[in-house]
């Protein structure tokens, strides 16, 4: 596998394991549902604690009015005859609205509008997501376990970056391929055949007396007799 495959994987799974580890978290800032007259506004203040919070505005009314984010404080300080705040988001004549927005930590005022002729009757709820390791995926005590993992990382390239490098000037070096060559492939020995064949010699029968000590055969009919009988008893044939 190449140095530069190598760097690309590590690279790859280290950023993955960042995004795994990421918690968002999602939390109510607030809900509210209420009239409004003609020519006024209504203000909630809420503070962002978490910096790249992503905020989520939702407002359904019974006819048009304005719906507004800017920073804390700036919107009475204009209606007090200050300058404009700077809108941070801002949906005008709506009767039906969802405003998403990234805020930084802070506080912000969240405002509804009624620039009509009647009264009207709204509901807005507001909600705010937020990663708890600051956008990282990391927590703090996880940082020191990345960086030795980065670290034997390291390691294990230069290695092999050494290692290939080593290589390529052994093989630069004059003599090098004439060297290889003079090594041989090991033949192994024949094996041992023996070249005459052992047989066991057969043993002669062995002959046994079939007729007994003490007695003898009579030859018509195979009887044995005691060794004085002049006659078989059997069949009375002389002996």
Known sequence: MKVKTIVFVVILCFSYSMLANAETTTADLFT??????????VLYTRTISQSSTTVRVTVTASDNIDVAICGGGDFEEWNDGGSEPYWHAYSSDVTSTTITEILDSGSYDFVIINFGLSTVSYTISATQSYDESGGTGLEPGDW????????????????????????????????????????????????????????????????????????????????????DAKFCTSCGSKL
Do not use: W
């Not at 209420?34 to 506004?41: A, E, H, K, M, V």
């Not at 990382?153 to 093989?171: A, D, E, K, S």
């Open 32 to 41: 509210d549902s209420d009239t409004l007259p003609s020519g006024y506004f």
């Open 144 to 227: 020191i376990y990345y960086l030795i993992g980065i670290g034997i990382l390291v390691i294990i390239i230069g290695t092999i970056v050494f290692r290939r490098r080593r290589r390529h000037q052994m093989q630069s070096e004059p003599g090098y391929y004439q060297q290889q060559q003079q090594y041989q492939t090991y033949q192994p020995q024949r094996t041992y055949e023996p070249q005459q064949t052992y047989q066991t010699a057969e043993q002669p029968p062995y002959a046994f007396n079939q007729t007994p000590q003490g007695l003898k055969v009579c030859p018509n009919c195979g009887f044995n007799e005691v060794l």
